[in-house]
């Protein structure tokens, strides 16, 4: 089969396990397997962000189209010349293969596949975004940090949207953590801009998250930066419709432009590596090295004083940390003020590629019982509207009230309860103690309690009393064992 008639085949219907069996089927055909790897490879870039007019003449075969995609990424041919250049192979190839290309530049077969989906029939075909990793929180490895190396680093760990930022000699670019574009413009890419030539255009890449500045939650936030960045490829792809749909709907959640939210996101910086040695997966640098370069570099580039400019960049907050008793009241000072943990890094470690490295997350995550005092609607317009969104809980002395998600929508679910269930029977559950699950308890400047990602468990039918505030802060120090340590720093 061609290339053009797989991706027929492949759109033919949209369910999984069908897109599975397909790919599964032509996993010996060689030209797929690299229309695939050129599409998805997160280290490829073709560098053009328009696809000119043209007319298809054939006089190339379908495994010529490489031969551009080569000298297009590899930055032979830029400009106008890499612009004349597709246009001359788009005319050339016949129209299945100039469409086949088409999509190859724009990183998307538009099959509804992904990456992950691909490496799980086609193992390890696309290579993954080159990603430092932390390894799960273990306390006798992080005491072993001090015997080798007497001190580590211990970071505040923020809760927005991973991303790597390639500060490349031409061009900024901005991907995440699967190796898809991300998109984000306004003052944030000019400041991107502004920083790149600050280093003088020396190839690095920026590690960290994508923040919002001003008074949102984690979710919200993380909402508004996916929004833009799916307004902006809306744009990128001349689809005006939807990029004025999303735009409208932004505008009426927050009452804020799209371009207003747009010039609130800021990146939380923690690593800088050279490009060359990212894509060669290490870089044998100390991570104390690493950092006090980044911290020199982001204070004298923000003591610039740029017209109109907003600090878009940021370093993130660390200590450094010279025992296990440190690394903990660490932690409980984060938790005081709202943050979800700490990462904890290996002072002299290297940055390598997958989670090989001493650096570990620390966070807390229980269980607890809270009562259910209301039901909350899915939002209008989705496919949850007229059924249930969340439950609202409370702790047994009202003092802490929070929506839970995390209900199954579907009859063949694991968990007891579907959400339809629920919203349908909602006499059955009111006043019901439910089991939920959480990454510890946030305390905001009044001294207000709320969770970390509550999600529900499971109903306790033989509950009758659910966790007061005192026994949920009891529950989580326990789990912490924080008790005898804080006592020791005391």
Known sequence: MTISQILQELNLENGSNYKKQILEKHKDNELWLKVLYYAYNPNFNYYQKKIPIYNTDINYSTEQMFECLDKLKSREVIGKD??????????????????????????????????????????????????????????????ELFKKDGKAISE?????????????SDRVEMVSRSGKDTIIKGTFLEQLELFRNYI??????????LLMKGNFTRSESNGIISKVININTYLNDNNVKKANKAKDELLKEYNKTFEQLQDL???????????????????SVSRIVRLEYLESLLRNYNEIKFT????????VPYKIVHSYEEVIA?????????????????????????????????KVEFNCE??????????????????????ICESEDGLITVNVGGQ?????????????????????????????KCNGLSVNKDGEYNFFYPNYIKMRFDKTNANTLNEIIEIQDSKLKLDKVVNKVK
């Open 265 to 283: 996101i800021y990146i939380g910086v923690w690593d800088i590596i050279p490009y060359e040695d990212y894509l060669n997966l290490e870089y």
């Open 200 to 209: 003088n255009y020396e190839e690095n890449v920026l590690t960290g998250e």
């Open 156 to 168: 505040r760990k923020l809760d927005g949207r991973y991303v790597n930022v390639l500060l490349l």
């Open 370 to 391: 809270l009562r259910i005092v209301g039901f909350k609607e899915g939002n209008k317009g989705t496919k949850l509207e007229d059924s249930l969104g969340s439950l």
């Open 330 to 362: 660490h932690l409980k000072e984060e938790l005081a003020n709202g943050y979800e943990g700490t990462v904890i890094k290996g002072y002299y470690e290297i940055w390598q590629d997958g989670k090989k490295v001493c650096q570990f997350k620390l």
């Open 82 to 143: 890499a612009i004349d250049l597709l246009h001359s192979y788009l005319t050339g190839l016949s129209k299945e293969d100039a469409s086949v290309l088409e999509l190859i530049i724009g990183r998307d077969i538009k099959s509804g596949i992904n990456s992950t989906t691909i490496n799980k029939i086609y193992k390890d075909l696309i290579p993954e975004t080159p990603y430092c990793g932390c390894q799960s929180f273990n306390e006798k490895k992080v005491k």
């Open 408 to 436: 199954d929508e579907k009859e063949d679910s694991k968990k007891d309860f579907t959400k339809d269930y629920i919203w349908i029977n909602k006499n059955e559950f009111i006043n019901q103690v439910v089991e939920i």
């Open 308 to 315: 109109k400019r907003l600090i878009a960049i940021t370093l």
